[in-house]
């Protein structure tokens, strides 16, 4: 219910598409966080990520979560010299985001135990505000 108020509070801020897409990409992260556990997947733990932009909480495998800077520094290695990361190197500059190192989770680290976004706690991140996320292990790339 008290989802239900914060999507008519966003309608009567911005547009109802915007509010559309947000109440089905809520309902879609709920799903997939029941069918996770449903299928019986180690425990999961949030954690935020940011490319020097929006910070985003994305839940991941425990372990993800409790060895973040190994695994964040572990795909910026995958990135330099992969061949299958090619696509994130132009002219001499990686381009990438925290989005593409949750792909590179999911694809390539913890196929199994896939990692999912959460939640979007803007650009100006104050803890006192996101009380719920303030023990969330961070990166920024």
């Known amino acids: 219910r008290r989802n239900t108020r914060v999507f008519q509070g966003i309608l009567t801020q911005s547009s109802a598409k915007f509010a559309e897409k947000m109440r089905a990409n809520f309902y879609e992260n ?3 966080a029941q069918v996770l556990k449903i299928e019986g997947a180690k ?28 695994y ?12 299958d990361a090619k696509r994130y190197r132009k002219n001499g500059v990686m381009c990438y985001d925290e989005s593409d190192f949750i792909l590179y989770l999911n694809k390539y680290v913890f196929p199994k135990e896939q990692s999912v976004f ?8 104050d803890q006192r505000v996101n009380f719920e996320h303030k023990d969330c292990p961070s990166f920024n790339f």
Do not use: Q
């Open 43 to 70: 425990p999961m733990k949030n954690i935020i990520l940011s490319a020097d932009g929006d910070r985003m909480v994305y839940s991941v495998p425990n372990t993800v979560a409790d060895n973040l800077e190994k």
């Open 30 to 32: 709920k799903f997939l």
């Open 118 to 125: 959460v939640k979007n706690l803007g650009s100006e991140y």
């Open 72 to 83: 964040c520094m572990e795909f910026i290695h995958w990135l330099e010299t992969s061949p």
